[in-house]
């Protein structure tokens, strides 16, 4: 038994090699979602930085184009579902079984689209969870490693559901108006509770907030707190849920 960590990392940033070597420099484990180029002009990891990535941690899809997929057809969805898949699998020459939908926009029809694919989970950007929730390709997170004010989760949490799981989150987030303090809060609920702490963000915005010291210092907590076997990439964390119908929800064991 003890707490559960587990880190996503979204966009296939350049910075992302940053990122990585400071989750191995503390020994910690983690899922990086990369989309084969972004739509929105931003830099992507090339071929050969994938495949170094992918040594170490794993690599999860984020569609094609980094499209939302809310805004396309059902074909447009399909092609970004499958043909992201498929040119990582490429460039990996291994299976990528992890999805994260962009923008955490998706509908009905894209879980669908997502397991017709042959992904084995996804995940979203539901926050405030200190467990696997009970939908193996709608996972949910604790927290996304950015100074949100409290209007951000509140939105969050209204918008998203699942609420009776996630109101000691809420309640945490509000607490805090330092967005560090609000971190190490969360962390240290998920820790007394024996949940599991899912964090996440994007190498670009840490970059931009020059917040790599403060990354590191968390890192170096996290590593003081969870033993190793318990920290994990998110296809793991995924494996280990007992996925269960509602309204229960998932134990990790
Ligand atoms: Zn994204």
Redo the contacts with the bound molecule.
Sequence with gaps: MGPLFTCSI??GHPSDLKTAEMLHKHGLSGTF?IPIRNCEGDAVLTEPQIRDLGRLFEIGS?TYD?RYLKKVDIWQAYHQINDGKRKLEDVLGAPVNGFCY??GRYCPRDVELVKACGFTYARTTMNLCFGTGNKPYEMPTTIQFYPHDRAVYMRNFLGSGNWYNRIDGLLLAMQHENWIRRLYAMFDHACRNNGTFHLWGHSKQIDQLNAWHELDVFFKHVASRIASPRRLSNEQLAARAMWVPEPGIAHSI
């Design positions: 979204d966009d979602y984020h980094h962009p923008g």
